[in-house]
């Protein structure tokens, strides 16, 4: 039998996936800028609710790097 119902939870609401997000950021955050583990976990949830792409924005204006974090963390 098909489902009758799909649902969609791409903000984290019914299914907690920020510590997930989170370890991804961090991964991507420590690979291509000098900042520690906890520090680019602490960037990553001060910076939350936009997307990422903004958040590096926000953390590193005008970085050449943001680019290229950010396609890392889209692919992960």
């Known amino acids: ?32 800028y000098d900042i520690s583990q906890l520090d680019a976990h602490r960037a990553y949830l001060t910076t939350s609710g936009i997307p990422f792409f903004a958040q590096l924005d926000l953390l590193y204006p005008d970085d050449p790097r943001n680019d290229r974090a950010n396609k890392e963390f889209t692919a992960l």
Do not use: I, Y
Not at 9 to 27: E, R
């Open 1 to 32: 039998m098909p489902p009758s119902l799909l649902v969609f939870d791409l903000d984290g609401t019914l299914l907690d996936s920020m510590g997930g997000l989170a370890a991804c950021a961090v991964h991507v955050l420590t690979e291509h």
